[in-house]
């Protein structure tokens, strides 16, 4: 009996050994693995670049009301803006709303009077607007905007000053940093468009140009270039440039032909709705897609589909919009075609017929 027990424990140590790897060591339980990921840059909310130092997210939006008659060119710190709202005012001429965040130059100009339709420009950035008056009913329109903090010249503020080696009333320059030291709780603009992802390209037919056809003083003449993935802006034959940078020709990633109809309520020129829907074309990477915008709110960024209804998402960097009196759609925009860099969409897209008039 006394060996059958040492036999069965004998049997139970090397059964034991065999199961804990020889009694003081334990099996070692694989740990799941980790992975762990570095976030990149902030983004800058107007351009969807990456912003390393992240000041576009601690200030608001600056917006600035900038002339455009041949006596205020060339103008001042307009390269610098994040987006570019360039409007009929009245007899042809254009003006601009200029967008400032992720860059600010030391100043901007020169200033000149709001119209009845900047407030809808305005309502979803917030922020700060300078400009230097306007008829009653525009002036009440553009202090009533929700969330934009306003500051106008009464010629004495010291954040709108007159350059006095300049002819009134194309002297008036606005000084950045006392504008945006008025600003109230510093609440970075939320996005105005979508941006597509790195790496993909902005799919459409290749354009090498194109013109909008504003009156001949105002006539902007895009040309795209392609080392710096950005359209150069002309008037005619000559560049248009900005003081800043030694004369630098404005230049913006993509550029938005957006057709307005009219009209607000006001008795001046200026007063085309950017509420509400109509046709849009898109230039980006050497590119054109036709489309269609809409809103239902002037608080609401502006939607921009394709003619199937998908979203136009644009190269990130800087933007204008080119607001044009959609009654002259059919013959706004004249481009110079480029086959060889057109890329088809992943999705049969049409060309959206050209309205005649």
Excluded at 57 to 82: C, F, H, V, W, Y
Excluded at 146 to 160: H, R
Aim: proline letters at 10%.
């Amino acid at each position: 009996m006394r060996s059958r027990w040492i036999v069965l424990l004998a049997a139970l140590a090397v059964g034991a050994a065999a199961c804990g790897g020889g009694g003081s060591h334990v099996a070692a339980k694989k740990k799941p693995a980790v992975t762990t990921t570095t976030p990149g840059p902030p983004i800058a909310p107007l351009t969807g670049l990456p912003d390393p130092s992240g000041q576009s997210l601690t200030r608001p939006a600056l917006s600035i009301k900038i002339e455009n008659t041949p006596e205020a060119r060339p103008q001042t710190g307009l390269d610098a803006a994040d987006v570019v709202y360039e409007e009929i005012t009245e007899a042809g001429i254009t003006r601009f709303v200029a967008v400032f965040n992720s860059t600010i130059p030391p100043m901007a100009g020169p200033v000149r009077s709001g119209r009845i339709m900047d407030p809808d420009l305005l309502a979803p950035l917030g922020g700060i607007f300078a400009y230097s008056g306007g008829i009653n009913e525009t002036v009440q329109a553009i202090a009533a905007t929700p969330g934009v903090n306003v500051i106008v010249d009464t010629g004495s503020d010291p954040a709108l000053i007159r350059d006095k080696t300049k002819a009134a009333p194309h002297n008036l320059y606005a000084v950045t940093n006392l504008l945006l030291a008025r600003g109230g709780k510093p609440v970075p603009p939320a996005p105005l468009f979508q941006y597509l992802p790195a790496g993909q390209p902005f799919a459409g037919t290749g354009v090498s140009s194109f013109t909008v056809h504003f009156d001949d003083l105002y006539r902007p003449t895009f040309t795209y270039d392609a080392a710096s993935n950005t359209w150069k802006r002309s008037i005619g034959f000559a560049p248009f440039t900005d003081t800043d940078g030694g004369g630098v020709q404005d230049a913006p990633t993509n550029v938005i032909v957006q057709f307005v109809g009219c009209c607000l309520n006001s008795p001046e020129g200026g007063n085309y709705q950017t509420v509400g829907n109509g046709d849009v074309d898109v230039f980006s990477a050497g590119r054109e897609v036709q489309g269609h915008w809409a809103r239902s709110t002037n608080t609401q960024p502006i939607q921009y589909t394709d003619v199937n209804g998908t979203p136009i998402k644009l190269t990130p960097g800087k933007t204008w919009v080119e607001l044009y009196p959609s009654v002259f759609e059919g013959q706004a925009v004249q481009t110079t075609a480029n086959p060889a860099a057109t890329i088809a969409p992943t999705t049969t897209t049409t060309t959206r017929p050209k309205k005649k008039h």
